[in-house]
C-alpha cells in the first residue's frame, strides 16, 4: 500500500514536471516584445542637435536659459541632458502625449518648467518618452501605465504654485481634447499657470473666450474630474511680447521649415 502510495505521488510529481516543460516550451514560441518585433509607429526622428537645443531653450524666457537644463531627445533611448543648469529650470521639445493613446512624428512642443514642474511634471514626459523609445509598448499600454501610476501616486501634482513657460515662437500641438486628433503648426506664446484639480466653475473663466485665460487639464479626460495632475491655467503672451518672440525667431523659424514642413506656416501664422 505504501509502495502503491509512493508511485502515485512520483507519477503525480511527473505529470506535473510535464506540464511545466509543455508551459515553458509552448511559451517560447510567443512573441516577445523587443526580441521578435517592436511596436509599428514608435520611432520618431532625430532632429539636429543644435536645431532641437535652440527650439527647447526658446521655450523660456531669454533671462533663463543660459542656466537652464536642456534635455534633447535620442528616439532610441528618450531624453538625455544636453546642457546640465544651475537655476532648476529645465526645457525640452515633447513630442508625445500619453492621453491621445498615439504615436505621431509631427507634435514639436517646446516647453520649460520651474523647479517645482521639473520635480513633479517633466518626469511623465521623460518616462513616457523612454517607454515610447523601448519599442515594447502600445500607445494603449503606454496610457494605461501612466494612469496607474498617477492613482497610486507615483506622478503627482506640483505642490505649490509656479509655472510652466512655452514661450517659443512656433509649436505643433493638438487642438483639443484627447479624442481630437487634430494637429496644427502656430504661434501663440504663453504661460502655463499650474492649477491641477481645478474646473472652470470654480475660478469662472469661460473655455469659448476667444483670449484666454483658459483652463486646460487633458489629464482629466482619461482620469476623470479633478484627478489629473498636469492642470494648468493658459495666459498667451502680450502683443508685444508676442511681437519681440517672433522678431527673434526669424532665423529659428527659417532653419525650422528648411528642416521639416511641419513647421511651415502659413500667412496667418498656422499650418494644419
Not at 186 to 208: C, E, K, L, R
Request: hydrophobic share 40%; proline share 8%; aromatic share 10%.
Amino acid at each position: 500500500m505504501h509502495y502503491l502510495m509512493n508511485l502515485t505521488k512520483k507519477c503525480r510529481g511527473l505529470l506535473l514536471l510535464q506540464a511545466m516543460v509543455l508551459i515553458c516550451a509552448s511559451s517560447s514560441f510567443l512573441p516577445v516584445p523587443g526580441r521578435a518585433q517592436k511596436v509599428v509607429g514608435w520611432e520618431l526622428d532625430k532632429m539636429p542637435a543644435d536645431l532641437e537645443k535652440d527650439l527647447a531653450l526658446r521655450a523660456l524666457p531669454p533671462h533663463l536659459r543660459a542656466a537652464a537644463t536642456v534635455y534633447l531627445l535620442d528616439p532610441a533611448k528618450g531624453y538625455y541632458v544636453a546642457q546640465q543648469g544651475s537655476n532648476g529650470f529645465v526645457c525640452f521639445i515633447a513630442r508625445t502625449n500619453w492621453e491621445w493613446e498615439e504615436f505621431r512624428k509631427d507634435v514639436f512642443a517646446p516647453m520649460a518648467y520651474d523647479p517645482e514642474g521639473a520635480r513633479t511634471i517633466f518626469p511623465i514626459y521623460r518616462d513616457v518618452a523612454a517607454m515610447r523609445a523601448s519599442g515594447k509598448l502600445t500607445p494603449l499600454q503606454i496610457k494605461d501605465s501612466v494612469i496607474r501610476r498617477v492613482r497610486k501616486g507615483y506622478y503627482v501634482a506640483p505642490a505649490k504654485g509656479g509655472v510652466s513657460y512655452m514661450l517659443a515662437p512656433i509649436m505643433r500641438v493638438y487642438t483639443g481634447k484627447p479624442g481630437d486628433k487634430n494637429v496644427m503648426t502656430m504661434q501663440m506664446p504663453h504661460y502655463m499657470f499650474y492649477a491641477p484639480y481645478v474646473t472652470d466653475s470654480d475660478v469662472g473663466t469661460d473655455p469659448n473666450s476667444p483670449a484666454g485665460p483658459w483652463l486646460v487639464n487633458s489629464g482629466n479626460t482619461v482620469l476623470g474630474e479633478r484627478k489629473g495632475p498636469e492642470g494648468y491655467f493658459i495666459v498667451p503672451a502680450n502683443e508685444a511680447v508676442t511681437a519681440k518672440i517672433e522678431a527673434d525667431g526669424k532665423s529659428l523659424l527659417k532653419r525650422l521649415a528648411d528642416y521639416s514642413p511641419y513647421f511651415k506656416l502659413d500667412a496667418g501664422g498656422m499650418h494644419h
